[in-house]
């Protein structure tokens, strides 16, 4: 099959990045990233590059190479998905929150909508690619949507489907797509498959790419999200035990990741990890084992989140009792706002919750994030339940365009994120700025906080003891 022509449906955080990843390597392709959201498209074509809709290092550099050359962004989605050969589905797939399945399942509702638009628009014979995160046994639905209305119009269309999960991890994505350390697809046309490959292998050796049946490769993307997030889990929960028994978890990370069988990527602890899919990635894996009956299976996955809820509550109480047990009317600076560094985005970011609980018990907080806006942050502190702290959350936090500006008259700092700024800060202004006895809590265990020892400061490290 000769593809000239792509479409991606959904220009968000994967969308975007992996589609100006493909123009680049592929310049004899066309590609148009469609949207429903007519902003994100506009901030995706504004002349002006620190305005595209997301963070990522290095994306504006191939933005502004491909983009009018081979990358287009547009809201047209009839008309992209109709020139289209090869159509990657990479629309949000969040936890439902209302009906069967609320709380657990996946909304497949953009992913619904998404193939009918493609059944009904699409020509001739193309190939539609699962790039989103999907149950197991998505692809069936969507090939049943594709070829009923194909059906109904007596037309001619072929569609093949084929599962291509994206590994990417915010904050490092451009590396990611450009150097991974597999692609995977998954499907059971060949011609498909080969069409697939052909893309990758303009700038990935054949080696690294792996083809299985649909099934395993929808599977394996949960399976891997699952695996790096009990990693996090796992050593989140020995940073209480380090805590409790006076060992260090730094010590103790770099003493077992030395070990080839389990390695050293994901040893880091920290407030509990955040964004977009790790959470309903596993809710969704928890969702499935129950659907086979499998409760065993369910709830051992389910722990994964217990702990990282666990984690985020430990420190939030940790620190209200380091600051005597009360924290009303008490000013701390939080830094760090996103789920990690290098990123704009806060989806689950343990910042929310941490700062809403601190909030919630009267604390006046002054945040400063490198690459969060005021907007966001906004949107996300009124995400709460409770409709008290809801109305009072406004007077009681402050965005800081400046980390030294956030400290000032604080009693105490928060680190949330590993940004670059926040791991070699000036001490001496900073103590200088807050108010005595000032304490230092330290999430992420990567700033130079013991410096800040020397100013009279107290610190508090996580998995320190
Ligand atoms: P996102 O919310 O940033 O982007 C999704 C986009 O799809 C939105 O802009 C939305 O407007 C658009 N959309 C929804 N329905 C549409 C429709 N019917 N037609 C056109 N556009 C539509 O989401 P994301 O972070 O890019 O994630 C997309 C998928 O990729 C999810 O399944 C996620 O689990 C998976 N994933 C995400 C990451 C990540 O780092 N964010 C990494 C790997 C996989
Ligand atoms: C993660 C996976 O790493 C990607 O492979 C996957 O494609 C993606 O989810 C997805 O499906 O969305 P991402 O969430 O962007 O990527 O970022 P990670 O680097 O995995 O970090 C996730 C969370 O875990 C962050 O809050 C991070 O701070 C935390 N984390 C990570 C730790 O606390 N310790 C670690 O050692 C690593």
New binding site residues.
């Given amino acids: 099959m000769k593809i000239k022509n792509i479409c991606c449906i959904g220009a968000g955080?994967?969308g975007g990045p992996s589609m100006a990843v493909i123009a680049l390597k592929c310049p004899h392709l066309q590609i148009n990233v469609v949207d429903i959201n007519p902003k994100r498209i506009d901030a995706w074509n504004d002349k002006d590059l620190s305005k595209l809709p997301i963070y990522e290092p290095g994306l504006d550099h191939i933005i502004s190479e491909c983009r009018g050359r081979n990358l287009h962004f547009s809201t047209d989605i009839e008309a992209n998905i109709a020139k289209a050969d090869m159509i990657f589905i990479s629309v949000n797939t969040p936890t439902k929150t209302e009906g069967y399945g609320a709380g657990q399942a996946i909304d497949l509702k953009w992913v619904d909508a998404s193939a009918r638009k493609i059944s009904e628009f699409a020509t001739g014979e193309t190939i539609v690619i699962e790039k989103s995160?999907l149950p197991v046994k998505t692809a069936q639905t969507i090939k049943e949507i594709l070829e009923s209305a194909s059906i109904k119009q007596t037309s001619n269309k072929i569609f093949h489907v084929l599962s291509n999960?994206?590994?990417?991890?915010?904050?490092?994505?451009m590396n990611?797509l450009i150097n991974p350390d597999r692609v995977l697809i998954g499907g059971s046309n060949q011609e498909a498959i080969k069409a697939l490959t052909n893309i990758y292998s303009n700038w990935l050796d054949k080696s690294k790419i792996i083809t299985t049946n649909l099934w395993s490769a929808e599977l394996s993307?949960l399976i891997?999200?699952a695996f790096?997030?009990q990693?996090?889990s796992s050593?989140?929960s020995v940073t209480a035990i380090c805590e409790a028994t006076g060992s260090s978890t730094k010590d103790v990370s770099l003493a077992i990741g030395k070990d080839k069988r389990i390695g050293k990527?994901?040893?880091?602890?920290?407030?509990?990890?955040?964004?977009?899919?790790?959470k309903k990635?596993i809710l969704n894996l928890v969702y499935i084992c129950n659907h086979y009956g499998l409760y065993q299976v369910s709830e051992y996955w389910q722990q994964i989140i217990k702990i990282n809820d666990w984690q985020k509550r430990r420190i939030t109480k940790l620190i209200i009792n380091k600051l005597f047990g009360t924290i009303s009317g008490k000013s701390i600076a939080i830094f760090g706002f996103s789920?990690?560094?290098n990123?704009n985005?806060t989806r689950?970011?343990?910042a929310i919750s941490i700062s809403m609980e601190l909030l919630k018990e009267g604390a006046l907080l002054r945040i400063y994030d490198p690459k969060v806006n005021y907007s966001q942050i906004e949107n996300d502190l009124s995400q709460v339940d409770n409709k008290d702290a809801n109305q009072n959350n406004k007077k009681n936090w402050q965005y800081c365009e400046n980390i030294y500006d956030s400290t000032i008259g604080t009693d105490a700092i928060v680190i949330l994120?590993?940004a670059q700024e926040f791991k070699n800060i000036n001490w001496s202004i900073i103590s200088q700025n807050m108010r005595a006895p000032s304490w230092v809590f330290d999430t992420?265990g990567l700033s130079n906080t013991e410096e800040a020892k020397g100013f009279n400061m107290n610190v508090w490290t996580v998995g320190e003891g």
Avoid: H, Q
């Avoid at 999960?165 to 994505?173: H, I, N």
């Fill in positions: 955080y994967v995160t999960p994206e590994f990417l991890a915010e904050g490092t994505a990611d993307k891997a999200n790096l997030a990693r996090v050593i989140n990527y994901f040893l880091n602890p920290g407030p509990g990890f955040g964004g977009s899919c790790f990635d789920f990690k560094a990123t985005d689950e970011s343990p994120t590993e992420k």
